[in-house]
């Protein structure tokens, strides 16, 4: 069964980090670009971070650049989104999703219906 879990939200206070993961099964990341959505109540799914099947390619959100990082271990088969400086408006479910590699460059950032394989979704709470 071809599956990814995401893992790693929580509440953390405004200023603060967290580090999500995302951990594939049932299949190899080798060949996937990953991207990281995020959807807030009431607002549409918007891509975050993205990055090539390799770690030489990414891509980054306006709106998180400078405070977000995506890398990749591909021998642990899992992707991982360092999130520092955290804001209210960061406020959302994170979910990971995967295309085979060529499908879309990092810095499109989506869309999300291209894309073949989606996390469960993990929430991410930044409130004091």
């Known amino acids: 069964q071809l599956q990814l879990v995401e893992s790693g939200g929580g509440l953390v206070q405004p200023g603060g980090s967290l580090r999500l993961s995302c951990a594939a099964s049932?299949?190899?990341?080798?060949?996937?670009?990953i991207c990281w959505f995020r959807q807030a109540p009431g607002k549409e799914r918007e891509g975050v971070s993205c990055i090539n099947n390799d770690g030489g390619s990414t891509g980054n959100a306006d709106s998180v650049k400078g405070r977000f990082t995506i890398s990749r271990d591909n021998a642990k088969n899992t992707v991982y989104l360092q999130m520092n400086s955290l804001k209210p408006e960061d406020t959302a479910i994170y979910y990971c999703?995967?295309?085979?590699?060529?499908?879309?460059?990092?810095?499109?950032?989506?869309?999300?219906?291209?894309?073949?394989?989606w996390g469960q979704g993990t929430q991410v709470t930044v409130s004091s």
């Open positions: 999703a995967a295309v085979p590699e060529g499908t879309s460059p990092p810095d499109r950032l989506g869309p999300a219906w291209i894309y073949d394989y």
């Open positions: 049932g299949f190899t990341l080798d060949y996937y670009a």
